[in-house]
């Protein structure tokens, strides 16, 4: 018999289940010792039981035992090394689209488009002087200078926007932290 075993073989085919009702369990028993995940071990085997069944003119009289744990050690050498492919691929796609890629600018909008709303319930001296600290950056004295209004007034008018700033976004539906980051509570060096 040479290379594969012809259909109509009944002999080989004969030999063959022998070969592997006699071995299956001893087969998955070595795959799954050397794989992490149950479903790699049945790859492995049926890639083993593959294996035998093209060469199955090259079995060893008696116990194919040995001879299936030499193609399955073999088969397990693959395996390992195309998961050490997998894993330096991953890695360097991982670094590449964290050093390359663009965030997309979706994932921000519909954060920014609740805060729109709620900036939006607020009234327009809230909002202004909201957005001069928060988005534009100024100091509380320095918005006070925008808008017109003395520091101390702007500093309490201030306070006041962010509580109803927080009372309208709902402490309980905010995500953890970022969007209240965008009002600080106050500037390094600005008194209340």
């Known amino acids: 018999m040479t290379g594969f075993a012809a259909p109509g073989d009944a002999d ?6 022998a070969l592997y009702d006699g071995n299956f369990t001893a087969v ?8 992490d995940q149950p479903a790699d071990a049945a790859d ?8 035998a ?4 003119d090259e079995a ?5 035992r040995p001879w299936l744990f030499g ?8 395996y390992h090394r195309s998961a050490r492919r997998r894993q330096r691929l991953g890695g360097r796609l991982r670094d590449t689209l964290q050093r390359e890629v663009e965030p997309d600018p979706a994932v921000g909008v519909a954060e920014w488009d609740r805060v729109r709303r709620v900036l939006l ?3 327009p001296d809230d909002r202004e002087l909201l957005m001069l600290v928060g988005w534009d950056g100024l100091t509380p004295s320095d918005a006070a200078g925008v808008i017109g209004i003395p520091p101390s007034t702007a500093r309490m008018r201030l306070s006041r926007a962010r509580a109803r700033f927080r009372t309208l976004w ?20 600005e008194p209340r």
């Open 121 to 123: 319930r607020l009234g």
């Open 53 to 56: 069944w093209r060469r199955y």
């Open 60 to 64: 060893p009289p008696g116990d194919g």
């Open 28 to 35: 998955l028993g070595y795959a799954l010792r050397r794989v």
């Open 12 to 17: 080989a085919e004969e030999g063959f289940r």
């Open 170 to 189: 709902g402490d309980a539906q905010r995500p953890a932290g970022h969007v209240l980051d965008v009002l600080p509570p106050l500037v390094t060096g």
């Open 44 to 51: 492995v085997v049926s890639e083993v039981f593959l294996v």
């Open 71 to 78: 193609i399955a050690r073999n088969v397990l050498s693959n």
